[in-house]
């Protein structure tokens, strides 16, 4: 086996990737031998759904109840140029837990996996984990909430241009977003609402930057709980830094977001009754687009190629769940 160089925005995996040659060949499923007091769990990142020809990431677990042991992380994905292995060292002292993720690459063909932990060249424990691919005009979108709510209206949305791109919507923990923004190149949108973002690592928060930077699009939700969003979140990635809420009785700014994107965009008026939760906060980065009594109820940032939209509303809730106009709104 050698290093496999896959082009300067792989080359932050090499550590972590083997190319085999043509030769090598996945353990048989008969020849398995898994070690007592060994367990492994791997699931792969954001339910499995990858765009052709991009990083996927693989979380693995493994409980070690018996004797030392040290080993590797081994994926062999197969395709008509060869086996490519990517494969990360692991030690495992006794009654000890531990929680890895692997890159890979799959490629458009690759609908399963069959994840292997090989200590001192035998088979010690294997799984086999489901894979999504979609083609890349796919437009993705990853939910990063602790419940679908209005979110799942974004479902309906229909994409500008004249080539139709089917929606693809799946929910991603905040634990999934890995440390290398190449992993999170398979989605277009992300979306952070009324979740505690205090336990990101800064690495995470530096792919999510990142990724927003190489063209990625960020939404995050407001409401009472956007200061517990914003918390572990890079300052590049806040136009406006949350501070409070308040209730206040009338949204009918939101539609006229219709009169500063698409004027050929109707939005129907909100005949939701309230009190909504407003978000407030210090403007920082970011520009104003539409606003409620002076308060702004939706701010934007462009960051490199991508943007961040920051809605002072929590979007699964009123008035977002009762609305006519809240696909519109999205689109």
């Known amino acids: 086996a050698k290093v496999s160089k896959l082009g300067s925005i792989h080359r932050a995996f090499a550590i972590l990737i083997l190319v085999?040659?043509?030769?090598?060949?996945?353990?048989?499923?008969?020849?398995?031998?898994?070690?007592?007091?060994?367990?492994?769990?791997?699931?792969?990142?954001?339910?499995?759904?990858?765009?052709?020809?991009e990083w996927l990431p693989i979380w693995v677990e493994l409980q070690n109840n018996g004797p030392d042991i040290s080993g590797e992380i081994t994926v062999r994905v197969s395709g008509s140029g060869g086996t490519m292995v990517f494969t990360t060292p692991v030690e495992l002292p006794t009654i000890s837990h531990k929680r890895l993720s692997l890159f890979v690459l799959p490629n458009n063909f690759t609908r399963q996996l069959d994840v292997?932990?090989?200590?001192?060249?035998?088979?010690?424990?294997?799984?086999?984990?489901?894979?999504?691919?979609?083609?890349?005009?796919?437009?993705?979108?990853?939910?990063?909430?602790?419940?679908?709510?209005?979110?799942?209206?974004?479902n309906?949305?229909?994409?500008?241009?004249?080539?139709?791109?089917?929606?693809?919507?799946?929910?991603?923990?905040?634990?999934?977003?890995?440390?290398?923004?190449?992993?999170?190149?398979?989605?277009?949108?992300?979306?952070?609402?009324?979740?505690?973002?205090?336990?990101?690592?800064?690495e995470q928060g530096k792919a999510l930057e990142n990724w927003v930077r190489q063209g990625g699009r960020l939404v995050i939700g407001?409401?009472?709980?956007?200061?517990?969003?914003?918390?572990?979140?890079?300052?590049?990635?806040?136009?406006?830094?949350?501070?409070?809420?308040?209730?206040?009785?009338?949204?009918?700014?939101?539609?006229?977001?219709?009169?500063?994107?698409?004027q050929s965009i109707a939005l129907p008026e909100i005949r939701v009754p309230g009190p909504f939760v407003l978000a407030t906060g210090n403007l920082v980065n970011g520009r104003v687009l539409i606003t409620q009594d002076q308060t702004p109820l939706l701010v934007e940032q462009t960051l490199g190629s991508g943007s961040i939209d920051l809605v002072m509303l929590d979007r699964a809730v009123s008035p977002f769940d009762a609305w006519s106009g809240t696909t519109l709104f999205w689109q």
């Not at 048989?28 to 769990?41: H, V």
Request: charged share 15%; hydrophobic share 45%.
């Open 20 to 53: 085999a040659v043509l030769a090598a060949q996945p353990f048989s499923a008969s020849a398995q031998n898994e070690t007592p007091g060994l367990s492994m769990q791997a699931r792969a990142a954001f339910q499995g759904y990858f765009k052709y020809g």
């Open 116 to 154: 292997q932990f090989v200590a001192n060249g035998e088979l010690a424990a294997s799984q086999k984990i489901a894979l999504q691919p979609n083609p890349n005009i796919s437009f993705i979108i990853g939910l990063i909430a602790p419940q679908r709510g209005a979110l799942s209206l974004i």
């Open 156 to 202: 309906g949305i229909q994409l500008p241009g004249s080539m139709s791109r089917p929606v693809v919507i799946t929910d991603v923990t905040l634990s999934e977003i890995p440390e290398r923004f190449e992993g999170l190149r398979s989605f277009d949108v992300l979306v952070i609402n009324d979740v505690d973002t205090s336990n990101l690592s800064p």
């Open 222 to 262: 407001g409401g009472a709980g956007m200061q517990r969003t914003a918390a572990g979140l890079p300052e590049s990635l806040l136009p406006l830094v949350p501070t409070g809420s308040i209730e206040i009785q009338d949204v009918s700014g939101l539609p006229a977001l219709a009169t500063t994107s698409d």
